[in-house]
């Protein structure tokens, strides 16, 4: 899989962009998608420039819209966001060889429908955590390091795994093939869920898990998701200052220790607010709310469970998207009583 044929990184924005440029800076023959045109021009003009406290520099590499790319990929590595997940696949199926997988780069629980589309045996999953933000066209701000997985649908690391493992390794030497990756997404989600919640405050993410008060929401809000994973069969696992075991364990102290080690995270990094934040408050745009966290309820009531914290989140999220709800601290405090209340 990594025999100096061409690679496809398909969504060239935060997650994609940086992985794109290390890639090709270390040498492999990599090619940027976007649906951006602006950002395509500039990439195909100027190089891709990361920039922030992680590393600084410009790379050189080829850039096509979905519209423009030709030929067939032995590996895709998808970065879209969640809610883009469909067409994206669609887009790119043309260019997936016969033998090629789909290795989704995402947050969310996405590659679920990837292989619907795809086949479960040409899809890979993958858990991202590093805190990167698209800035401008050809921009991207690397804000700190964290941590990358992948895996196979099923238990196991394969042969394949173990040559992408190597491949990514010159992105970040901390990248890992693991057995059972969604044990990491299913970590990622819940973690996700406390991002979300950062995102309806115009604080920081430090400011706004790292404030007592608000610890409860928090709380709850985290062990509502992983009450759904254990249903489903999953026990997530902790990463970067996260640890799920405190939240499950119904420790309030325990609980706060890891929401202190989550902000101490943040207070190190030049992503001080959530991709959700930017979204709303930045690029004035939906959020990923529905495509990630609203798998929570989707997944939770077959399983004879409800989701009433989870369901107040998007309910927050989409009064900010739709302008009915203004951004600001004064909302932690209202959905930490309506979350005691549920």
Known sequence: MTDNKPILIWGAGAIGGVIAAYLARAGFPVIAVDASEAHVDTIRRDGIRISGPVDDFTQALPAFTPETITGQYDIIMLSVKAQHTETAVQQLLPHLSPEGVVLSLQNGLNELRIADLVGKHRSL??????????????????????????????????????????????YH?????????????????????LLFLTAVSDETIADSVSCPDFAPAFTRLVSEVLSVARAAGVAPTGFDGFAPEAFASGDADAARASLDAI????????KQRSGVYRDLAVRKRKTEIDSQIGE??????????????????????????????PMRRENLAEFTAEAQRT
Request: charged share 20%.
């Open 125 to 170: 999953c993958g858990f991202v955590n590093f805190a990167a933000d698209y800035i401008e066209p050809g921009h991207i701000l690397y804000g700190n390091a964290g941590a990358l997985m992948i895996g196979e649908h099923d238990k196991g690391v394969t042969p394949r795994l173990q040559a992408l493992e190597s491949m990514l390794q010159h």
């Open 173 to 193: 030497p901390d990248v890992r093939a693991v057995d059972d990756i969604w044990a990491y997404k299913w970590g990622k989600l819940a973690y996700g869920s």
């Open 263 to 270: 902000a101490d995270h943040y207070r190190h990094s030049a």
């Open 296 to 325: 929570i309820p989707r997944i939770a009531r077959p399983l004879g469970l409800q989701t009433p914290v989870t369901d107040l989140l998007i309910r927050y999220i989409h009064e900010i998207e739709d302008g009915a709800r």
